[in-house]
């Protein structure tokens, strides 16, 4: 896949997940406003598929980014392992606040919409960001330099 391709792809699914974050905030303030009427099923649907996004663009994301900046240089290896790093621990923190019962999630979706908003407008400042996934870009960093040691 190419760098503009991949870039397009990850923004695609930040929009689906913020989609989903929107609808599970929406349903959990109303299951809590209104408890005469129902939505758990809609939240238990809504919360299923905003985990099953999540687990998508988190897999995708880290395959895609790593085989773009795969290559001889330091730099590519500095940044592969700077997304990992980052990524295993904050990922672990939004799988923290996605997990327990509806109830529970309901009571955390806004502080995960809050945070995990902000991981993906980060993301979309560095590595997806357009002057860093160009294909000239990354074929200039990733390949050893004649002159590099």
């Given amino acids: 896949m190419n760098a503009p391709d991949a870039r397009l792809q990850l923004l695609a699914q930040h929009d689906r997940i913020r989609q989903h974050l929107e609808r599970c905030t929406r349903l959990a303030a109303q299951q809590r406003a209104r408890a005469d009427e129902p939505v758990s099923e809609d939240l238990d649907e809504a ?28 730099w590519s290896s500095l940044m592969v392992d700077r997304m990992l790093e980052e990524h295993v621990g ?37 590595f997806l960001s357009p002057m860093t996934l160009r294909e000239d870009v990354l074929r200039t960093r990733t390949r050893e330099l004649e002159n590099d040691p």
Avoid: C, K, Y
């Avoid at 985990?51 to 330091?74: C, K, M, V, W, Y």
């Avoid at 672990?92 to 407008?121: K, N, P």
């Fill in 47 to 74: 919360l299923a598929r905003l985990r099953d996004e999540f687990a998508e663009h988190n897999q995708a994301e880290t395959e895609i980014i790593a085989s773009l900046l795969e290559g001889p240089a330091a």
């Fill in 90 to 126: 904050e990922h672990a923190a939004f799988w923290e606040l996605l997990s327990g019962t509806r109830d529970e999630v309901a009571d955390r979706i806004a502080e995960l919409a809050e945070q995990l908003d902000a991981h993906m407008a980060a993301e979309e400042r560095t």
